[in-house]
């Protein structure tokens, strides 16, 4: 009798092993898939980002905020696969060090940002942090949590939802860049996909995002040109 108890807690340790061993394994897979899919998005996503018309440049240089959309897809010429990003361009009167380390403090975003109004900062770990938000749009309330990986390399940093969070978005996953402008100034390049999961076509879903975009990124360069002061 002892040895079939011994035998079956045995056999119970093994398969609780393997079973976690497949559980690390399918984790760790994700994580490699979801690091190539980012090499990949940033490569392609920061081709689309560094590009300005002549016309967009010299609106940019007397401190406008350009918005516009760009089309991106999985090169399989499916439209059904293809994304829409929201995009904004404009220049900052801070220096590119001031710029960045602002960016970088991503649960202080409901001081300045509309419809925003709580971020809880989860963890921050070097260039890594996580931060659930809570904003209220169009009479409702969406609360959902948010990655931010920083490159301090390139200038570029990455957002995009917790999968494992019961979010209240589909989809959101954005790019920052920002570049030198001299010493003193800074462009600051954004782009975003949004998916709010509302039984609502796509272009109505964004032509609301589009709406909201220029106070939104007014905002931002608000608080970059004070140096990270100014609050709505």
């Given amino acids: ?44 996503v920061r081709s689309i980002g560094a590009g300005l018309t002549e016309e967009e440049i010299a609106r940019v240089k007397k401190g ?29 009167d801070q220096p590119i060090n001031v710029v960045w380390r602002i ?19 989860v963890f921050r770990k070097g260039n890594h942090d996580s931060v659930i938000f809570t904003v209220s749009v169009w009479l409702f309330e969406k609360v959902y949590k948010v990655f931010h990986d920083f490159d301090d390399q390139n200038l570029h940093s990455h957002f995009y939802l917790d999968d494992t969070y019961d979010n209240d978005l589909n989809k959101f996953d954005g790019h920052w860049w920002i570049y030198a402008d001299g010493d003193n100034r800074t462009l600051m390049r954004y782009n975003v996909y949004v998916n709010m999961g509302w039984f609502i076509p796509s272009f109505l879903e964004r032509y609301l995002i589009r709406n909201d975009l220029p106070e939104a990124m007014g905002n931002v360069k608000r608080r970059h040109d004070s140096s990270g002061i100014w609050t709505k």
Avoid: W
């Fill in 1 to 44: 009798m002892a040895q079939a108890t011994l035998l079956l807690l045995c056999l119970t340790g093994f398969i609780l092993v393997v079973l976690l061993q497949s559980v690390l394994v399918h984790r760790m897979g994700r994580l490699r898939y979801r690091a190539a899919e980012e090499k990949k998005r940033y490569a392609k």
């Fill in 64 to 92: 406008e905020v350009i918005i516009a959309e760009k089309i991106t897809n999985d090169n399989s010429g499916d439209a059904a696969c293809a994304q829409v990003y929201i995009q904004a361009a404009f220049v900052v």
């Fill in 103 to 121: 960016l970088k403090q991503t649960d202080l975003q409901h001081e300045f940002l509309p419809h925003l109004d709580k971020c809880e900062l």
